[in-house]
């Protein structure tokens, strides 16, 4: 079993930063990767960063110069940072974990935190 607790998200103004922090837990071996999800009322849920082991990252376009994911080893916690928001960015944020057990790559879900960015 695997727990990821997330916090960080809010409400706040176009042009500001927020530090998304996603903490995991439980049982687990060895961790392939981490990263965020997010989804906006009525679109898909799109990767929006991920981080693997070997602190490989990868983030959606629309992001890129804006958004660094960030992971701590020893804490098992993987960061988002946030900056020069946008209206949409507004979103439910998800953190996942990707994790190797005898069965392959089982991925885990964060409850999901809500990011709101005003115009």
């Known amino acids: 079993q695997v727990q990821l607790v997330e916090s960080g998200g809010g409400l706040v103004q176009a042009g500001e930063s927020l530090r998304l922090s996603c903490a995991a837990s439980?049982?687990?071996?060895?961790?392939?990767?981490m990263g965020w999800y997010r989804q906006a009322p009525g679109k898909a849920r799109e990767r929006v960063a991920s981080?693997?082991?070997?602190?490989?990252?990868n983030y959606v376009d629309s992001v890129k110069g804006r958004f660094t994911i960030s992971r701590d080893g020893a804490k098992n916690t993987v960061y988002l940072q946030m900056n020069i928001l946008k209206p949409e960015d507004t979103a439910v944020y998800y953190c996942y974990l990707d994790r190797a057990t005898g069965r392959g790559t089982e991925r885990s879900w964060g409850q999901g935190t809500q990011v709101t960015v005003s115009s």
């Open positions: 981080i693997t082991s070997g602190s490989g990252t």
């Open positions: 439980g049982s687990f071996f060895s961790i392939n990767a």
